[in-house]
């Protein structure tokens, strides 16, 4: 079977900065491929380049005449807003297919969760979950057997994400997605491509494992130039001698075994081992320390909506946080996670003297912003530290600037034109020079790629920060939490496993979904099919638990609780099977 789209020796620049130099890259049928590479390294150009929406300055690109490209946009078009639901998913159908089109669409919106009842919504009035959901649906109602995704998981609340992510597990086309998701990237591919250093590195396999495979073979190249260049030193200091001695002596014989030993210098200097230089930009932390017993303290407390008229979001009977604890703040978008932190900062803002949240008067916080509102959108790079920072001088900050990957020449640059990665180090800039010794961070990892969501990581754990952190990226999370207070029912409450949230987001997505399809039911038989979609959501719920019990390490796996999931989940197949 001949690939579906294949591109050789592509090369192509952005301005002044190359992107890719002779890079090749071929698409087959059924790959799941993850896309992953620095920001700034040309993933969403070579999407781009791909779809034809933009020509590579050289090479070639053949696409099979089976090709069906599809891509899912990153943002819902302004001329979609003032048209239904329903209107917008037809509008992808050709005009032979309009007419009669309209139950292909309407089971397409079904298949995703949408109720009958929504199809008469406006797109510009849909959560935005619903309308990623509704740009999927764009891609996938033509049956295309290629699709290109950019950054889909960026923004999603963690039912939405997992809700692509059971979808594209049983995906029947190929596709190429690009994401900073890792624990999305090992779910759903089965191949990776790092794009980095101007040319590309395939691995026919999922991204920890693929990255794995990459760290061994930098390690393997880093070896073999190290021992190149200790060769070569060897052989110049011996070329060096015999020219001298070869002037010495008088002997042509001698100076032409130096020019021998020379040309062949030359040859290993240029077939020397490549070694990636990584990443230009890095994101490193400065924290300080703190001897308090507790940094902040809530106790008994109501937390409401912001607004005119507020409403009761949930409450708090008690909740701390200790010096050194990293706690991860869950729950469902729209639950108040945001709120709170926001209220936490109020407070905080008030010089220790809210009128509910006690703070140790050691108590530092740096705070991550993820709307960045704190940015004035006319300031400089180098205004904008004035302002923020408490501490540093002016050629420190120009230094830190420097370091943080924004050359001199951009220092008078606006905040305005900066990229959301761009904004992103800024933010983490001003948290490393102030070094605060309390971190909140509302969605850190949006904005920044998996080099930077895996040095934020080590740097918090290096330096034993205490952290009070919000993420939808389960891998961050994971890593960084030793404690979890999960929003739920109306209250918080501290839980031992983020998995059990995990689950719960996935059934909650999962018994959306059957109700939504099983809401064009006929009535009349509604009472004969309650009992069989108990035990399909059941089921659904089981297989989870095994599922992510299974990808735990062998020694972690609650062996007793799978024959028992086990036993129950052939207990209801066979009740199923007399409905």
């Excluded at 946080?321 to 108040?336: K, M, T, Y």
């Amino acid at each position: 079977m001949p690939p579906l789209l294949q591109c050789h020796r592509i090369s192509h620049s952005a301005g002044t900065k190359s992107l890719f130099n002779n890079l090749d890259f071929t698409i087959n049928e059924g790959d799941k491929v993850g896309l992953v590479g620095f920001n700034g390294a040309g993933k969403s150009t070579l999407l781009s380049i791909l779809n034809q929406s933009c020509e590579a300055d050289e090479g070639d690109i053949s696409r099979s005449r089976q090709l069906q490209l599809e891509s899912v946009e990153q943002f819902i078009s302004i001329d979609l807003m003032e048209l239904t639901l329903l209107e917008a998913l037809l509008d992808k159908l050709s005009n032979d297919e309009k007419d009669f089109g309209e139950y292909k669409v309407q089971q397409c919106l079904q298949e995703l969760g949408f109720s009958p009842a929504e199809f008469d919504y406006k797109v510009a009035d849909l959560s935005g979950g619903q309308q990623n959901r509704l740009m999927f649906a764009r891609a996938i109602i033509n049956a295309p057997n290629l699709i290109l995704f950019d950054e889909p998981t960026n923004h999603l609340d963690l039912q939405t994400l997992l809700f692509f992510e059971a979808k594209l597990k049983s995906f029947k086309a190929a596709f190429v997605l690009v994401s900073h998701d890792r624990a999305f990237l090992d779910a759903v591919t089965n191949r990776t491509v790092f794009i980095r250093d101007e040319r590309s590195y395939n691995f026919s396999m999922p991204y920890s494992e693929a990255k794995t495979k990459l760290d061994e073979q930098d390690a393997a190249d880093a070896a073999r130039l190290k021992q190149e260049e200790k060769t070569i030193k060897s052989l110049a200091e011996s070329a060096k001698r015999l020219a001298i001695w070869g002037k010495v002596y008088d002997s042509d014989k001698l100076a032409a075994k130096a020019k021998t030993m020379e040309r062949r210098i030359e040859k290993l200097q240029e077939s020397k081992t490549f070694v990636s230089k990584g990443s230009n930009l890095s994101l490193t932390l400065d924290v300080g320390t703190s001897r308090a017993n507790k940094m902040l303290h809530i106790e008994n407390r109501v937390i409401e909506s912001p607004g005119d008229n507020p409403h009761q979001l949930f409450s708090i009977n008690e909740f701390y946080i200790r010096p050194g604890d990293r706690i991860a703040l869950l729950g469902h978008n729209g639950v108040g996670k945001t709120t709170l932190i926001k209220l936490i900062m109020a407070q905080y803002a008030k010089n220790f003297t809210g009128d509910f949240i006690k703070f140790n008067p050691q108590c530092d916080i740096g705070y991550y912003d993820q709307e960045m509102a704190g940015f004035s959108a006319q300031l400089s790079l180098l205004e904008t530290l004035r302002k923020h920072c408490h501490r540093g001088t002016e050629s420190e900050f120009k230094a830190s600037l420097i370091k943080a990957g924004f050359e001199f020449r951009d220092h008078d640059k606006k905040i305005k034109v900066l990229s959301g990665g761009e904004k992103s180090r800024m933010m983490f800039l001003i948290i490393k020079i102030n070094q605060p010794n309390f971190l909140i961070l509302d969605e850190p990892t949006n904005h920044i790629d998996i080099q930077g969501k895996e040095e934020l990581e080590q740097q918090i754990l290096a330096t034993n920060a205490t952290a009070l952190i919000t993420s939808h990226d389960r891998k961050f999370v994971d890593t960084i939490a030793q404690r979890y207070a999960l929003i739920i029912d109306g209250q918080l409450k501290e839980i031992n496993d983020p998995n059990s949230f995990y689950v719960e987001s996935r059934t909650k997505r999962a018994a959306q979904s059957s109700h939504s399809v099983d809401s064009v039911v006929d009535v009349a038989n509604q009472d004969e099919n309650l009992s069989s979609d108990a035990i399909l959501e059941r089921i659904m719920a089981l297989e989870i638990l095994l599922e992510d019990d299974r990808a735990r390490k062998p020694k972690f796996q609650k062996l007793d609780r799978q024959a028992l999931w086990n036993e129950e989940l052939e207990q209801l197949n066979q009740s199923l099977s007399y409905l």
